[in-house]
């Protein structure tokens, strides 16, 4: 895909258009850390955050309870 670098303001910037934030599951206010390489290569990588140990226990535990029941009405 190519982009064009435009003045935004006293800065340069590339606009990203709704089709490649949508493919980069990329929204408004989220961050990227950004690197240059040698020759120029720029990368953009997402900063997802990790679901916390408490969040992950909770589906755990949620998803166990389920089954428990599913095998229950089953058996």
Same mark, same amino acid.
């Given at each position: 895909m190519i982009k064009t670098i435009t003045k935004v303001g006293n800065s340069q910037g590339v606009i990203f258009d709704a089709a490649l934030m949508d493919l980069a599951r990329l929204k408004v206010g989220d961050q990227v850390n950004l690197?240059?390489?040698?020759?120029g290569t720029i990368t953009l990588t997402p900063l997802r955050p990790m679901p916390s140990r408490e !969040?992950?226990? *909770?589906?755990?535990?949620? $998803?166990? $309870? !389920?089954?428990? *029941? $599913?095998?229950?009405?089953?058996?």
């Open positions: 690197e240059v390489h040698e020759g !969040d992950v226990s *909770r589906v755990i535990q949620e $998803t166990m $309870t !389920d089954y428990a *029941r $599913t095998m229950k009405k089953l058996a």
